[in-house]
């Protein structure tokens, strides 16, 4: 719990303690004047405690810009260990660790780590939702945007309403079981966006977009089928015994025999060219050399010799390549011939000839192509259709179990508030809220909308969340109770002192409530403030923020 918070600007001229106040589990009452005195403190004081509990809304009040940058220190008690702090409202997003009479010691926690550690301090077992997120909204005061009765789930006007209902479920722990509801629709949602990115970008046929199409295209796939069993009667008795997979194996099978053929024609021309190179590449013969030396006897024949010599080893390696090159070329061509054969034989096993005709392969092949085409585009029909299924029902799981979250809770909350209702003396309906979807809830009292009836209903529906949830504390300003009658404003002062938790409460005029609340209030009082020299900082100025 927060146990205390001072600064060296309070002027707390009535307390023993003049920059120092003292918190208690249960209520914590800062007490105004009896004429309902402005900017003395009461609201300021709570966006303190808010500051403590690592808000921002104090950062832009009046105070901090009448008296410039200072530190505030707090210290929170659990179970019997107390920490000191102390966070500046120039560096709000650090606060340093202090010693119990405030020094700092050099260590500092930045405010996410800061409202971490007050969420596992205070036994917060919500993985889903932030300190902040659980606290802030229930914190209502002056300076802050929570405070519209018909909305009490909103922490700002312009939040949407499923995120508000969103941390309301959080808050109840409900989120933990939607949340595998959440996860399998957001997996459905990637899945149908992948498949149809795939398709506009050609990687997978374009599916057909309606039942109807599906069954056209079903039935030109069987006249298709229908006019190739036709065809192959007509072209050949033993290939219109075949099945369309036979046929469309054997017209593979033909394809890689034409482009065997064409290799192995290749091969033969290679080896034909290399032959001749072998016939074409010998030498001078002796005698050729000597008939040559009668004619042209001044010719240095020596020399000549030794070129011949020379020419005749490089002959030599050449024709060693070119034989090596002749080898590898048959052994290829025998490889391929072979690989003719193979294909042929299993053209065989199927039943069919080997030299089935072109023109028939040929329509074949455009009948069989025509059917692939419109079979994929179906499968890719029934695909769409089976993603649009699991989204569909993804999103359907997911609204059923969140229809069934909210009802758990609006049951709870709506049981509570009629019980903490049934306190008041001067009996009226009771608020309840009615979630109509996880976008859209109301929050109202039957028969009654008036002012001081909404702001009960705002009061209550705090109690309520503060009893049936994890929420460590509320704070409340004075202005919510203004408009309240006073025997209202009674019971809910007594609940208030009922409660285990802590409640920050800021009220003034306290003479219009009845002997027991006034006592309650006085009991409970931690901060007394008042005009001028008795206001917080020890004088007032313009209207409080």
Same mark, same amino acid.
């Given at each position: *719990?927060?146990?205390?918070?001072?600064?060296?600007?309070?002027?707390? @001229?009535?307390s023993d303690s003049p920059e120092k106040i003292f918190f208690s589990e249960g209520l914590n009452t800062i007490l105004g004047g009896q004429?309902?005195? %402005?900017?003395?403190?009461? @609201?300021? *004081?709570?966006?303190? +405690?808010?500051? =403590?509990?690592?808000g921002d809304t104090y950062i832009k009040s009046d105070a901090v810009r009448e008296i410039g940058p200072h530190i505030i220190n707090f210290a929170f008690q659990f179970g019997s260990q107390t920490e000191y702090y102390a966070r500046s409202t120039s560096d709000m997003d650090n606060i340093n660790i202090c010693t119990d009479n405030y020094e700092v010691t050099g260590q500092t926690l930045s405010k996410k780590d800061f409202t971490k550690h007050l969420m596992t301090s205070y036994? *917060?077992?919500l993985g889903d939702i932030t300190f902040r997120q659980a606290v802030s909204l229930y914190f209502r005061m002056q300076g802050k945007s929570n405070l519209i009765t018909s909305r009490p789930l909103s922490n700002v006007p312009q939040?949407? +309403? %499923?995120?508000?209902?969103?941390t309301l479920e959080k808050l109840f722990g409900a989120y933990t079981k939607i949340k595998d509801y959440e996860r399998a629709l957001k997996d459905a949602d990637e899945k149908k966006k992948a498949y149809d990115k795939a398709r506009k970008l050609e990687l997978i046929p374009n599916a057909t977009t309606t039942q109807k199409?599906? %069954?056209t295209n079903s039935e030109a796939i069987e006249n298709l089928k229908q006019e190739l069993v036709d065809f192959t009667r007509k072209t050949?008795?033993? #290939?219109s015994n075949t099945n369309l997979e036979d046929l469309n194996e054997t017209a593979e099978l033909s394809g890689c025999i034409t482009a065997n053929k064409r290799k192995l024609s290749h091969l033969r021309s290679r080896l034909t060219i290399v032959e001749q190179n072998v016939r074409n590449s010998s030498s001078l013969a002796k005698s050729d050399i000597d008939e040559f030396a009668e004619f042209f006897p001044e010719a240095d024949i020596k020399q000549i010799s030794e070129i011949q010599n020379f020419h005749h080893k490089i002959v030599t390696v050449l024709d060693s390549e070119l034989n090596e090159e002749a080898q590898k070329i048959k052994q290829l061509i025998y490889f391929t011939e072979q690989e003719i054969k193979s294909l042929e034989n299993r053209i065989r096993d199927l039943g069919l000839p080997v030299n089935i005709p072109k023109p028939f392969i040929a329509k074949m092949s455009e009948i069989t192509s025509k059917i692939n085409a419109l079979e994929k585009q179906n499968e890719a029909y029934d695909i769409v259709q089976k993603l649009k299924n699991e989204h569909k029902t993804a999103r359907d799981n997911l609204q059923s179990m969140? #229809? =069934?979250?909210l009802s758990d809770i609006e049951a709870q909350i709506n049981q509570k508030l @009629?019980?903490? %209702?049934?306190?008041?003396? #001067?009996?009226?309906y009771a608020p309840i809220i009615k979630f109509e979807s996880d976008s859209k809830y109301a929050y109202y009292t039957p028969e009654d909308d008036g002012t001081g009836t909404s702001w009960k209903a705002l009061i209550l529906f705090d109690i309520a969340i503060l009893q049936l949830t994890v929420l460590p504390a509320i704070a409340h300003d004075s202005l919510m109770m203004k408009n309240i009658e006073a025997t209202g404003g009674d019971a809910i002062i007594n609940l208030y002192n009922q409660s285990k938790k802590q409640v920050f409460f800021a009220i003034d005029e306290i003479e219009r409530y009845n002997e027991e609340s006034r006592d309650i209030l006085v009991q409970s009082t931690v901060l007394k403030l008042g005009k001028n020299e008795n206001a917080l900082f020890g004088r007032q100025w313009g209207k409080e923020n």
């Open positions: *719990m927060l146990k205390e918070i001072s600064c060296d600007k309070f002027k707390i @001229s009535n004429k309902g005195d %402005n900017s003395i403190g009461k @609201s300021t *004081m709570l966006q303190i +405690i808010d500051f =403590a509990f690592g036994d *917060m077992n939040e949407r +309403i %499923n995120t508000t209902i969103l199409q599906k %069954n050949d008795t033993k #290939v969140q #229809v =069934a979250q @009629s019980l903490l %209702n049934e306190t008041f003396s #001067v009996k009226k």
